[in-house]
């Protein structure tokens, strides 16, 4: 398990939006709203789940299951890149 924090810039409704877009369009799932919910995505070599956490222009992210392969700053990274953060 892993989490982190990033700040956005626009308003949540905007980040959950791009984030549900992002989620759905690689076939995951993503339920939530402007102040939490959770996610679930399929990848090559196994899944990535967690909940995430809105406040301000920050959102918070939890991840309970992530491949043993892929290292907690590579998500960071990647959320970080895609999300405008």
Do not use: H, W
């Not at 980040?15 to 993503?30: H, P, W």
């Not at 070599?45 to 992530?66: D, L, M, P």
């Not at 892929?70 to 890149?81: F, N």
């Amino acid at each position: 398990m892993c989490s982190f924090e990033l700040d956005f810039p626009g308003t949540a409704e905007d980040l959950v939006t791009r984030a549900r877009d992002l989620v759905t369009q690689a076939g995951g799932r993503f339920d939530g709203d402007t102040a939490r919910g959770n996610y679930r995505l399929k990848i090559p070599v196994g899944q990535i789940e967690g909940q995430y956490r809105i406040s301000g222009n920050q959102v918070a992210f939890e991840v309970t299951k992530k491949p043993m392969l892929v290292p907690c700053s590579a998500i960071e990274s990647y959320l970080r890149g895609k999300l405008g953060a």
